[in-house]
């Protein structure tokens, strides 16, 4: 591991095995390559985070495109969270584009020339996928919490992501089963690697919920400063407030108002009154 304007950078022991093949089969140069790449691709998050004042903690390196960890990032606008991740593919796209500009020049052809053009369009579309952490599935993510509350966006993008992950695995070895072939043991480990991660990450979505309630308290100064209208939740006093918390939107400011058996408005509570109340271990409003 090593630490680069501040973010830790390290390689994912799959990439290491991958590495070390390449060694044997003497493809070592194309790993280069390969490296150079992916890391390229996630400097591109970096740069983008960084405009938005996001901080990077760490750079892990996977041979399809790598995992960058950054701080919760549910305070930005959904333009701004997919700006970050279409900003890795689009460096693909950059690179792609100064390869062609050589080759029209006359300054780069060959295998290895058509080896960085295949590599760079294999790591930008796979990495479109709508799999988390992928790129495509951040944005789907982001889009699904305009319409979703926030709760329901992180179920159905997680369901999604380890469905996807199946697919990966299963066009990885359906050629197999169908004597077509040896299985794409590469992109096998990675289906694995990909599903593991979202079956985890799955288990642990009221981990992940509750960050996003602990930094709600952006979203409320944002309402005010912008003067935004607040989006109502009806209840009742026997409503848990968890219930009512998993109502609660990403770019939404919410006030909650507690109805009576006769239908009467007794309180209205704004969120941080439900936030606190939940934090504080108080079951319902």
Not at 253 to 262: A, G, R
């Amino acid at each position: 591991m090593i630490k680069w304007s501040g973010i830790k950078i390290s390689v994912h022991p799959f990439f290491v095995i991958i590495m070390l093949a390449s060694v044997l089969t003497g493809h070592f140069l194309e790993l280069i390559a390969l490296f150079a790449i992916v890391f390229i691709h996630e400097l591109g998050h970096v740069f983008a985070a960084r405009c938005f004042d996001v901080n990077v903690l760490s750079i892990q390196m996977l041979p399809f495109g790598g995992v960058a960890e950054m701080e919760d990032t549910s305070h930005l606008t959904v333009r701004r969270e997919i700006a970050i991740a279409l900003a890795g593919p689009l460096q693909n796209v950059i690179l792609i584009g100064i390869s062609l500009l050589l080759k029209v020049c006359g300054l780069w052809e060959g295998a290895f020339f058509i080896y960085f053009i295949h590599s760079n369009l294999l790591i930008a579309l796979f990495n479109l996928l709508p799999i988390l952490p992928l790129d495509g599935g951040k944005v789907w993510q982001s889009l699904c919490s305009t319409i979703l509350p926030f709760h329901l966006t992180l179920v159905y993008s997680l369901r999604i992501s380890l469905l996807f992950s199946v697919l990966v695995i299963l066009y990885a070895v359906v050629p197999y089963m169908f004597g077509q072939g040896m299985p794409n043991l590469n992109l096998l480990l990675v289906g694995i690697f990909l599903f593991y991660s979202n079956w985890m990450d799955y288990r642990n979505i009221m981990y992940r919920f509750m960050r996003f309630l602990v930094n709600r308290e952006q979203v409320y100064v944002r309402h005010w400063m912008n003067g935004g209208l607040a989006q109502p939740i009806v209840t009742n006093k026997s409503q848990p407030l968890e219930q009512i918390l998993r109502l609660f939107r990403r770019q939404k400011y919410h006030f909650v108002y507690v109805m009576n058996q006769q239908g009467d408005i007794v309180a209205v509570l704004p969120e941080q009154r439900i936030i606190s109340s939940f934090l504080r271990g108080k079951p319902g409003a």
